[in-house]
């Protein structure tokens, strides 16, 4: 063969030998390819990824890298977002997350809770949850406007006090992400630190007026008339001596509120405990013009708790039954055994508690009626409430007004290791 033939051939062959490699290369691209479709089809994350195809080695294994890394980055992102939503899911603040057409695509426990909402919420309209048009009002005013806003409003139906904050969804075009926060218990708690202020003033008052009246007069020439000057001393002397047993009490208060007053538990017998106040009690009662009943069985199990603080709460809830009693009716203190333990009461056939006062006539300086409140510190009931509960009890009250009060608590029945 001559050397042009050889030469030939050869470019021949290496023209095959190329054509079969570019047939061959471009098989298993086209292969690899179709497996790359099929995996990004996939809803699961892709974790086995060809990092060795033969002549394609270099594109593989970046390939195989990319994918690793957007693997890492799906698994941080939806590590985050299990983190966010269990944080929503546990927030005391209602969540709600509408879409551009105001139906919910999220609505968290609170939410639910707050507006008496059941598991299928999500999915319902924003009106259909909020059920209050001044709500809805604010919803629809921020998606008109896209602007965030931020209002209160107050649902007596529902005795609730609500905030709510609207913010236009950015991501999601009409969208928007609501937020309620439920105000009520700080509402609650704000109308309890006013009037406290408000009655310990009125408290401070009346007192205080009198010892400057009485002061006056002295000043305009009372002290020359010296049988005066002494029943107007004795009567300053009686006013200062009001406002240093409102000092003690509102101190005494204070350090039950805070678990300072310690309680020195010791074993003792209901019955000797209810004769003892009922022999201190009853000549008020009796000056009172009541009947004064003990009613206590003998056969009553000893109790393990501070008698002399029990003593203190009865004490206070006699007075508050005496002064709150007309002239005729009665009052009546008693021990009976209870389920688990022995019920102490106070009873009387007084002007009773009106039902909306009941909730509160524990808190400090609370007035049912202050023209017909009388003497006092204001602060009897709200001790005995506290010094109820350090004992382990708690104090209850059953009124209807016009007919009577009474009031209770269970000391309940010792562990025998301490009898």
């Not at 206590?296 to 039954?321: F, G, I, K």
Request: charged share 25%; net charge negative; aromatic share 6%.
């Amino acid at each position: 063969m001559t050397l042009p033939g050889i030469v030939i051939c050869a470019l021949l062959l290496a023209l095959f030998g190329l054509a079969w490699h570019h047939w061959q290369l471009r098989r298993r691209l086209e292969a690899y390819a179709q497996q790359l479709r099929a995996l990004s089809q996939s809803t699961q994350a892709v974790t086995i990824v060809p990092a060795n195809v033969a002549g394609l080695e270099s594109l593989a294994s970046a390939i195989h890298a990319i994918l690793t890394s957007l693997n890492q980055r799906q698994a941080t992102v939806e590590a985050e977002r299990d983190r966010l939503a269990n944080i929503i899911e546990q927030l005391a603040d209602g969540v709600l997350i509408a879409d551009a057409e105001g139906i919910t695509r999220f609505v968290n426990p609170a939410a639910r809770r707050i507006f008496g909402q059941t598991e299928a919420a999500t999915g319902r309209s924003v009106p259909q949850i909020l059920r209050h048009h001044r709500l809805i009002e604010i919803w629809k005013e921020a998606c008109a406007e896209r602007e965030m806003r931020v209002d209160t409003v107050e649902w007596p139906q529902r005795r609730l006090f609500l905030q709510l904050i609207v913010v236009p969804d950015r991501h999601v075009a009409g969208g928007s992400l609501l937020l309620v926060q439920d105000l009520t218990r700080v509402r609650h708690l704000e109308t309890v630190r006013r009037d406290f202020v408000n009655n310990f003033a009125h408290e401070l008052r009346t007192p205080l007026a009198a010892i400057s009246a009485l002061a006056e007069t002295l000043q305009d020439g009372a002290l020359e008339d010296a049988m005066v000057a002494r029943r107007f001393l004795e009567q300053i002397r009686q006013e200062v001596d009001i406002l240093n047993h409102m000092t003690a009490e509102l101190l005494a208060l204070a350090r039950l509120e805070a678990g300072q007053e310690p309680v020195v538990a010791r074993r003792f017998a209901p019955r000797d405990l209810l004769q003892r106040v009922h022999e201190r009690m009853r000549f008020h009662a009796e000056r009172a013009g009541l009947a004064f009943h003990l009613e206590c069985p003998a056969t009553l199990p000893s109790l393990y708790a501070d008698d002399n603080q029990l003593e203190r709460v009865l004490v206070n809830l006699l007075h508050n039954a005496i002064k709150f009693t007309p002239a005729g009716g009665e009052v009546t203190l008693l021990a009976t055994l209870a389920q688990d333990g022995v019920r102490f009461a106070v009873r009387d056939t007084g002007i009773g508690i009106p039902a909306e006062d009941l909730t509160r006539i524990f808190e400090r300086f609370y007035r049912v009626d202050r023209a017909r409140s009388g003497e006092g510190s204001g602060l009897g009931l709200a001790i005995a409430h506290h010094l109820v509960e350090a004992n382990g009890s708690k104090l209850e009250v059953e009124s209807v007004e016009g007919r009577g009060s009474t009031f209770s608590f269970v000391i309940p029945l010792p562990q025998e290791s301490v009898l």
